[in-house]
């Protein structure tokens, strides 16, 4: 029953890169923006990034410039290249849709960087 599936977390040294992917089954209809959010120990979740299915994308400020989101119908990704320790964090996928209900959250999948 899993609609949003993570992949591509782990631990990293300073520096260096990951790639996350998210892809949504075919239960999950009239998808519009697709994104990322995280949540660090002790912290609020945040926002990543975010891309709408018209090519509108957002970037929290601190991954600007490093973090890139790209995405399909139902697929998105997550670049995250010169991965600092700061970026350490759950980082969970967000789907929001059309219909009812009209957002959809994946499970998670942590990554870390280390100093």
């Known amino acids: 029953q899993v609609q949003l599936v993570e992949s591509g977390g782990g631990l990293v040294q300073a520096g260096g890169s990951l790639r996350l992917s998210c892809v949504a089954n075919g239960r999950i209809f009239a998808i519009n923006a697709m994104g990322w959010y995280r949540q660090a120990p002790g912290k609020q979740r945040e926002l990543v990034a975010t891309?709408?299915?018209?090519?509108r994308t957002n970037y929290a400020d601190p991954v600007k410039g490093r973090f890139t989101i790209s995405r399909g119908a139902a697929q998105v990704y997550l670049q995250m290249n010169s991965l600092k320790p700061e970026d350490t964090a759950v980082y969970y996928c967000?789907?929001?849709?059309?219909?009812?209900?009209?957002?959809?959250w994946g499970q998670g999948t942590q990554v870390t960087v280390s100093s």
């Open positions: 967000h789907a929001g849709t059309s219909n009812w209900p009209s957002n959809y």
């Open positions: 891309a709408t299915t018209g090519g």
